[in-house]
């Protein structure tokens, strides 16, 4: 008498992985950069004038928010447009 095994159960389906999606390149980050540079342009300022005793001109930030208006047309200008 040959008894016959029952077979065993297929194993569980292994969901199928989500596509992946690719990466989007990103350009520099130029607002970091220009943040950056405005910052260091102050500390080497202030340095300059108060540790190293640099005859340098004194700026009040009522003479300051040109510039900061300026630097953020030239920026929109000069941004890479996506």
Request: aromatic letters at 8%; hydrophobic letters at 40%; zero cysteines.
């Amino acid at each position: 008498m040959t008894s016959s095994s029952p077979t065993p159960p297929p194993p569980p389906a292994i969901p199928p992985e989500p596509p992946s999606r690719t990466p989007v390149a990103e350009g520099p980050r130029y607002g970091s950069i220009i943040l950056g540079l405005v910052i260091l342009a102050v500390g080497l300022w202030y340095f300059g004038d108060r540790t190293l005793g640099l005859e340098l001109p004194r700026l009040e930030a009522d003479e300051l928010w040109p510039i900061a208006v300026i630097g953020l047309g030239v920026w929109l200008i000069v941004r890479p447009h996506r």
